[in-house]
């Protein structure tokens, strides 16, 4: 069988390794799940398409990260959003504690959401955040800490937020 | 502890079961579109708003080079600055450096200005520093009450703002500036340019105080203004001593005591 062009072992092994982690970043940006799961393919497609030389595997998922916001990004300011499900009906199979502390990142605006994101879930430093996203690092620093307190002032009464690390 | 259970939770957001054979499946599916497309040979009428696009790209700045709104007569390099209408969705950056600042360090960290006044004029901007643009304003305010500087009421003084204004862009970390309109009253603390307020670019280098005498440390925290229906527009995570104030007036009170706490 011909393989379509493009479709290679390496966007196979990247498809594998980081459609999750994409898939992810993309829901922690347009808050549920069948638009990321829109917005996933089109990063791969666009890895397939462009097939840009990479340093490293970090250099890589950086890189796919990078895409993912800015594809988010797009869909957004398109209007094709797929899903109208409310946001605590996704969310509803969660355990109370999770489904708590996930809706309130999400309820954060997303300069102060994708920092979170990155940080806690995919354990970037600072540094790293603000390159991701061609920001400055005290910008990111600042972003982190209002983050931080907003979700201390939602969840007081419930689990208090992120500690600051 | 906390950040354990937002990891658990993303690892329990509940995506197609076989996320990864969804994708490749609709890589493998895309290709065949995408050639065609790619191979499509184009139109007489394509080529030629392809041919029209290019002049207006390449050419239209050959035209207008040297032609500047403004004479910048200390700043270096092939630098323009023109007034514009239109901005581009280009135009999306913004040059503020958020370090976290306490509200003493807001008011004595650097000798603002502050005063009370109206908004008289804001101008978008265009800078060309030798051929990468960037796009920002120019607001005229006309002050009415000083609480800091050598101003004094009635004069009007030229502020650069930190991005273009009355767009409908949404730039990061200028949500109060962007608010910002004509005949709006507020209270500023732009910093007063001098001999050190330059910005480097592209080997060009732009004297600040060539386009305007005063300038915002960034566009969310050197301004408040009175809004007919929102109270006042400030940052208010980085004033939380008046997070609730509603008020012009309730500020010019702030103000004051931030001050005399120095004095």
């Given at each position: 069988m011909n393989q379509p062009r493009g479709l290679n072992e390496f966007v196979r092994c990247a498809v594998e390794k980081y459609s999750k982690t994409v898939a992810k970043t993309a829901f922690a940006y347009l808050k549920n799940t069948a638009d990321a799961e829109d917005v996933t393919q089109e990063v791969f497609l666009t890895l397939m398409q462009k097939a840009p030389a990479f340093e490293s595997e970090e250099h890589l998922k950086?890189?796919?990260i990078r895409v993912t916001i800015n594809k988010s990004r797009d869909f957004l300011k398109s209007?094709?959003?797929?899903?109208?499900?409310p946001l605590y009906e996704e969310l509803l199979y969660?355990?109370?504690?999770?489904?708590?502390?996930?809706a309130a990142v999400l309820s954060l605006d997303v300069k102060y959401r994708l920092p979170?994101?990155?940080?806690?879930?995919?354990?970037?430093?600072?540094?790293?955040?603000?390159?991701?996203l061609g920001e400055r690092t005290t910008t990111i620093g600042t972003r982190l800490a209002r983050g931080r307190k907003i979700l201390k002032d939602i969840l007081k009464d419930k689990i208090g937020g992120f500690e600051d690390e | 502890m906390n950040r354990d259970i937002y990891r658990a939770a993303i690892d329990n957001v509940q995506f197609s079961q076989d996320l990864s054979t969804k994708v490749?499946?609709?890589?493998?599916?895309?290709?065949?579109?995408?050639?065609?497309?790619?191979?499509?040979?184009?139109t007489i009428a394509t080529l030629a708003v392809v041919t029209c696009v290019l002049f207006l790209v390449f050419c239209i700045p050959l035209f207008s080079k040297g032609n500047s709104d403004f004479e910048l007569k200390n700043s270096r390099g092939n630098v323009r600055v023109k007034y514009v209408d239109n901005v581009p969705d280009s135009a999306l950056r913004s040059l503020s450096d958020l370090a976290w600042l306490t509200e003493e360090e807001l008011f004595h960290k650097r000798n603002?200005?502050?005063f009370k006044g109206t908004v008289e004029e804001i101008r978008n901007i265009r800078i060309d520093f030798n051929g990468s643009t960037e796009y920002r304003a120019i607001a005229k305010i006309k002050i009415d009450k000083v609480y800091r500087g050598d101003e004094s009421a009635g004069q009007v003084v030229s502020v650069l703002l930190p991005?273009?204004?009355?767009?409908?862009?949404?730039?990061?970390?200028?949500?109060?500036?962007?608010?910002?309109r004509v005949g709006m009253t507020g209270i500023f603390?732009?910093?007063k340019y001098d001999d050190t307020s330059y910005w480097e670019q592209n080997d060009t280098k732009l004297f600040l105080s060539d386009i305007a005498e005063y300038g915002f440390l960034d566009g969310m925290r050197y301004a408040f203004l009175a809004s007919d229906d929102k109270g006042v527009i400030f940052d208010r995570y980085s004033y939380p001593s008046i997070a609730a104030a509603n008020s012009l007036d309730e500020i010019e009170q702030y103000v004051v005591q931030m001050l005399n706490i120095n004095r």
């Amino acid at each position: 069988m011909n393989q379509p062009r493009g479709l290679n072992e390496f966007v196979r092994c990247a498809v594998e390794k980081y459609s999750k982690t994409v898939a992810k970043t993309a829901f922690a940006y347009l808050k549920n799940t069948a638009d990321a799961e829109d917005v996933t393919q089109e990063v791969f497609l666009t890895l397939m398409q462009k097939a840009p030389a990479f340093e490293s595997e970090e250099h890589l998922k950086a890189w796919l990260i990078r895409v993912t916001i800015n594809k988010s990004r797009d869909f957004l300011k398109s209007g094709w959003l797929k899903s109208r499900t409310p946001l605590y009906e996704e969310l509803l199979y969660l355990p109370s504690e999770q489904n708590d502390l996930l809706a309130a990142v999400l309820s954060l605006d997303v300069k102060y959401r994708l920092p979170i994101h990155l940080y806690y879930y995919e354990g970037y430093s600072i540094k790293e955040i603000a390159e991701i996203l061609g920001e400055r690092t005290t910008t990111i620093g600042t972003r982190l800490a209002r983050g931080r307190k907003i979700l201390k002032d939602i969840l007081k009464d419930k689990i208090g937020g992120f500690e600051d690390e | 502890m906390n950040r354990d259970i937002y990891r658990a939770a993303i690892d329990n957001v509940q995506f197609s079961q076989d996320l990864s054979t969804k994708v490749l499946n609709y890589l493998m599916s895309q290709p065949q579109k995408r050639a065609m497309t790619i191979k499509a040979k184009p139109t007489i009428a394509t080529l030629a708003v392809v041919t029209c696009v290019l002049f207006l790209v390449f050419c239209i700045p050959l035209f207008s080079k040297g032609n500047s709104d403004f004479e910048l007569k200390n700043s270096r390099g092939n630098v323009r600055v023109k007034y514009v209408d239109n901005v581009p969705d280009s135009a999306l950056r913004s040059l503020s450096d958020l370090a976290w600042l306490t509200e003493e360090e807001l008011f004595h960290k650097r000798n603002t200005s502050i005063f009370k006044g109206t908004v008289e004029e804001i101008r978008n901007i265009r800078i060309d520093f030798n051929g990468s643009t960037e796009y920002r304003a120019i607001a005229k305010i006309k002050i009415d009450k000083v609480y800091r500087g050598d101003e004094s009421a009635g004069q009007v003084v030229s502020v650069l703002l930190p991005c273009p204004v009355g767009t409908g862009l949404w730039i990061e970390d200028t949500d109060v500036i962007s608010a910002m309109r004509v005949g709006m009253t507020g209270i500023f603390m732009p910093i007063k340019y001098d001999d050190t307020s330059y910005w480097e670019q592209n080997d060009t280098k732009l004297f600040l105080s060539d386009i305007a005498e005063y300038g915002f440390l960034d566009g969310m925290r050197y301004a408040f203004l009175a809004s007919d229906d929102k109270g006042v527009i400030f940052d208010r995570y980085s004033y939380p001593s008046i997070a609730a104030a509603n008020s012009l007036d309730e500020i010019e009170q702030y103000v004051v005591q931030m001050l005399n706490i120095n004095r």
